[in-house]
Nanobody, 121 residues
Framework: QVQLVESGGGLVQPGGSLTLSCAAS????????MRWYRQPPGKERELVAG???????TYVDSVKGRFTISRDSMKKMVYLQMTNLQPEDTAVYYC???????????????WGRGTQVTVSS
């Protein structure tokens, strides 16, 4: 069973920075992609950033130039570096991954439990 655990959330003032981490554990042979989603209170969950196993990245327009997603495939970690945070970035941030287990390469996808990011003056 693959598990995802997020960390690094907290309270930060507008303009501040935080780096989120997501640790994947369990039997993983290959990462298809890892993504960060966020869900503000009372709103729909949205995709913030994604990175493929090959290193290709995508971002929602609202965070381009401010957030950077990266990964360490060997450590099975994905990071979200967030700068110039604004109140509208306040949300629970979730890690999502799609991976393959060792042969016969069973595919697994799932979510972490989330980490709270609060941006407030």
């Amino acid at each position: 069973q693959v598990q995802l655990v997020e960390s690094g959330g907290g309270l930060v003032q507008p303009g501040g920075s935080l780096t989120l981490s997501c640790a994947a554990s369990g039997s993983i042979s290959r990462i298809n992609f890892m993504r960060w989603y966020r869900q503000p209170p009372g709103k729909e969950r949205e995709l913030v950033a994604g990175i493929t196993g090959e290193g290709d990245t995508t971002y929602v327009d609202s965070v381009k130039g401010r957030f950077t997603i990266s990964r360490d495939s060997m450590k099975k970690m994905v990071y979200l570096q967030m700068t110039n945070l604004q109140p509208e970035d306040t949300a629970v941030y979730y890690c999502n991954a799609d991976v393959y287990s060792p042969p016969p390469y069973t595919r697994w996808s799932g979510w972490g439990r989330g980490t709270q990011v609060t941006v407030s003056s």
